[in-house]
């Protein structure tokens, strides 16, 4: 079985793809890495509730530790973006999360983060590839826990304090505490339950958990906090005192939010608001980084502030690069992404939660009036994403279509840029664009459409369809 690291790790099915077996190479091939230039090395191992997740993790470790190298083992679940604030804060070499973020629950994975606490760049996933691929068979080395304990390279480790530490450096506590408003707050079932209440609990904020206990199953649906998933919490909010419904993924990296009304703030539509209180509100100076896939609000209110978009392939780790590089204040892409330079160079649905929090107390108004404060100034625009399957026969000659659309003109309108790369990029001269990724795992395309207005939006969707003949 071949592994290879995607967008954000390798995933598997457990017990099929994801096996004792392979983690065992992983952890050997990261090993390696790890120790070709240097010596005395540590990392971090976290893992989210997940089946098996803490034994997949020992495993892990048993391995870096018969190679010398120290373990700080997460003592419980963490969230990813902890497990990143947990290898800054041990000065460690780099960390293992084991998660399959919000997949479905038969599924787990490997994110591998290096020592500055962004997540790996191609550069290091193909690395440790390449180290995967001279791995050979027979028994891999291990260290029983019980030795690598005595001698200090198996450590137990907790990182929840340090991390809600740098959240306070962050957060507008005291804003917080001079509003104190009621929010319900659903993690999922995920690893991320505990600190949003713990946070906002401090600042004297009234938090109501909903699937907060550790369920491996995620009660039976994927652990996304997506418009479906969190229509319950929506209705709940709406039928409440509440000011928010917040909710994250598996492994809390991923937001999803809903307004006092019960509506849903789409990610994109929450990068805006963001951008727009981070500029206005707070004055933060600096440019935004996006996906190419996310938003082209964030680049209307950056070119009326004399700031810059930096556009990526989609896929954190790039933008990852860029808050670490200190190229932009703000990062985020639309499957519910959100990063800042000042915190963490990962993205962290827990921040994000939280700048929701903030952002209600500043305006004293829904998110839902703020967005309109900011469509007044900048303009709006309505996005989507929808999916396309295609039979398995369709595939190549779809890739070659797609690779070869060239259109002079998409719904009566002048196409003014071509981007090729991570997909087919098509700009309009009003602004409005499409974007069409084809998976890598699945037939199917991806395919992202951005424009003024709905119906706009739907013929842009109508004519996709009818270029593939799907």
């Not at 450590?155 to 929840?160: I, L, N, V, Y």
């Not at 907060?212 to 409440?240: H, I, T, W, Y």
């Not at 009003?430 to 974007?435: A, F, N, V």
């Not at 459409?449 to 013929?459: D, F, T, Y």
């Amino acid at each position: 079985m071949k592994i290879g690291f995607g967008t954000d790790g390798w995933r598997g099915i457990i017990g099929e793809d994801f096996t004792f077996a392979g983690v065992e190479k992983v952890a050997l091939a990261i090993g390696r890495f790890l120790g070709r230039d240097k010596e005395n090395i540590a990392v971090v191992v976290g893992y989210d509730n997940r089946f098996l997740g803490r034994e997949f993790a020992l495993r892990a470790a048993a391995v870096l530790n018969s190679l010398g190298i120290v373990v700080h083992l997460g003592s419980t679940p963490h969230p990813t973006p902890v497990v990143a604030a947990g290898i800054l804060e041990q000065t460690a070499d780099g960390g293992l999360v084991f998660t399959a973020s919000h997949n479905p629950a038969r599924y787990n994975g490997i994110k591998f983060i290096p020592h500055n606490g962004a997540p790996a760049g191609p550069e290091v996933t193909e690395a440790i590839e390449r180290e995967l691929e001279i791995i050979k068979g027979g028994e891999i080395p291990k260290m029983d826990p019980e030795k690598a304990g005595k001698e200090g390279l198996l450590q137990e480790w907790d990182g929840r304090q340090n991390y809600l530490q740098r959240l306070e450096k962050v957060i507008d506590g005291n804003l917080l505490r001079e509003y104190p408003q009621q929010v319900i707050i659903n993690p999922l079932f995920g690893a991320g339950q505990g600190y949003l209440e713990e946070f906002l609990g401090e600042k004297g904020w009234s938090c109501t958990i909903r699937d907060g206990d550790r369920d491996p199953c995620f009660g039976g649906e994927m652990p996304d906090p997506s418009r479906q998933r969190l229509a319950p919490l929506s209705r709940e909010v709406k039928e409440s005192s509440a000011v928010l419904g917040l909710g994250l993924d598996g492994d809390g990296d991923r937001f999803g939010i809903i307004d006092r009304d019960g509506s849903f703030i789409d990610p994109n539509q929450f990068l805006f608001i963001c951008a727009f209180y981070l500029i206005e509100g707070r004055g933060l100076q600096g440019n935004i980084a996006r996906s190419l896939a996310t938003t082209h609000l964030l680049d209307r209110i950056a070119e009326k502030c004399g700031r810059q978009v930096l556009e990526t392939p989609v896929g954190f780790k790039y933008l990852g690069k860029l808050l670490t590089e200190g190229e932009v204040f703000l990062a985020g892409e639309e499957s519910g992404g959100l990063g800042l330079a000042s915190h963490l160079p990962e993205k962290d649905g827990i921040l994000a939660c939280l700048l929701a929090c903030e952002i209600t107390s500043f305006y004293g108004v829904s998110l839902v009036k703020v967005l309109e404060q900011a469509r007044e100034k900048y303009g709006f625009m309505v996005s989507r994403r929808f999916d396309i399957s295609f039979s398995p026969g369709e595939r190549n000659r779809l890739l070659k279509a797609v690779q070869e659309l060239k259109p002079g003109q998409l719904n009566d309108r002048s196409v003014v840029e071509r981007k090729k790369g991570d997909g087919v990029k098509l700009i309009l001269d009003d602004g409005s664009w499409i974007l069409i990724r084809p998976s890598g795992t699945e037939d199917l395309f991806r395919v992202y459409v951005e424009a003024e207005e709905q119906s706009s939006l739907e013929l842009l969707a109508d004519e996709v369809r009818s270029f593939l003949k799907l």
